[in-house]
């Protein structure tokens, strides 16, 4: 598959995951501590060998758009960012050899389940911890923020998941 059909996937998946995250997701809020923030997945699918600055330039428009339509200034862009610049870290942790294809999608149909549990767990927990401390960064009550910290990220886990194995985002690799 070209280049030129994944940016095409990669703008639409922008504008899908930026559409879902803004009319359905941000209205969930399940027992006041469940807040799913799937939206990252773009920035989880991106390409390897895609430069790191590149993808934080995506990661921060991205972040800064659900900012706007969630009236939280930077807070999903300071996350995104930071989930794209740590994501060469966690790449070179979860890989053995580093034998990542130039222009692969890192989805679930392109490693075994396994190895894309592990990269989204990494890259989910990076993004939720920062945006919650973000979030409560000049309050004292903590315990609440660790609740919805650790059940948030459970819940984006899990939707992010789910839907690879129903909607396949594939470059045409395999």
């Not at 969930?28 to 469940?34: E, K």
Request: proline share 4%.
């Amino acid at each position: 598959m070209t280049n030129s059909q994944n940016i095409l996937r990669l703008i639409l998946l922008f504008v899908v995951l930026l559409t879902l995250q803004v009319l359905v997701f941000n209205n969930l809020n399940f027992l006041g501590f469940i807040n799913p923030y799937p939206y990252i997945l773009l920035i989880l699918t991106m390409p390897f060998g895609v430069s790191t600055s590149l993808l934080m330039v995506v990661a921060f428009i991205l972040g800064i758009s659900v900012d706007l339509f969630c009236n939280t200034p930077g807070m999903h862009a300071g996350a995104c960012v930071l989930m794209a610049y740590l994501r060469p870290l966690i790449l070179k942790y979860i890989s053995q050899h580093d034998d990542y294809k130039l222009g692969t999608l890192p989805t679930l149909y392109t490693y075994d389940a396994s190895w894309y549990l592990k990269y989204l767990l990494m890259g989910v927990t990076i993004h939720h911890f920062a945006l919650f401390a973000f979030e409560q960064i000049d309050t004292l009550f903590w315990w609440p923020t660790i609740l919805r910290f650790l059940l948030s990220t459970v819940m984006s886990v899990a939707i992010i998941y789910v839907s690879q194995m129903f909607v396949r985002i594939s470059d045409g690799s395999r």
